[in-house]
């Protein structure tokens, strides 16, 4: 999937999971962990434990693909369900180095990973869930014309302070991307 001339995604590879593991697996206390919901804890693995017990929830999957800069993997987007049954889906972004962070990276591959959920599948609505510490997502989620749907008060606690639940979405008839 082209986003641009210098952005793709698509499913990961094979090639991609030495690259996939140093992004979001090789460290113990990654900075991008701390804004990805840092209240769930976050283990580190050796690259064969990667490999072994890991890399298959990603490798070639329909619900993450890779985001690539220049052919490079950067990030990733995906989605899960939140009940299949009722087709409730919510999606993720994540930019795994920080220095790309802010550098509209993830504007235009998150845009472009809900026209595709939206295309591919019989939706009605693509959401998401964050926490009121990660003030890029929710900015993100404001950019694309999201609606604030709900805020759960102070029920995520990180670093001895109180956070609230945030969740942002569209419905197919709003998405005009």
């Not at 030495?18 to 460290?27: G, H, M, T, V």
């Not at 049954?85 to 845009?111: H, R, V």
């Amino acid at each position: 999937m082209i986003v641009n001339d210098h952005l793709t995604m698509r499913p990961l590879k094979e090639e991609d999971m030495q690259s996939f593991w140093e992004l979001a697996y090789k460290d113990d206390h990654p900075e991008w962990k701390k804004w990805d919901a840092p209240y769930f804890q976050h283990q580190a693995l050796t690259y064969d434990d990667f490999i072994t017990k890991v890399s298959t929830q990603y490798l070639e999957q329909d619900d993450v693909y890779g985001i690539f800069a220049n052919e490079r993997l950067i990030g990733t987007v995906s989605y899960y369900w939140e009940h299949e049954p009722s087709n409730w889906l919510e999606a993720g972004i994540i930019i795994y180095d920080s220095t790309l962070w802010n550098k509209q990276y993830g504007t235009p591959c998150f845009k472009s990973w809900i026209t595709h959920l939206f295309d591919s599948m019989s939706l009605v609505r693509v959401g998401f869930t964050t926490w009121s510490g990660n003030r890029r997502m929710m900015r993100l989620g404001e950019k694309l014309g999201m609606t604030l749907e709900a805020r759960l008060r102070k029920c995520r606690f990180y670093q001895g302070e109180y956070y609230d639940s945030i969740r942002y979405g569209v419905l197919r008839e709003e998405w005009s991307h």
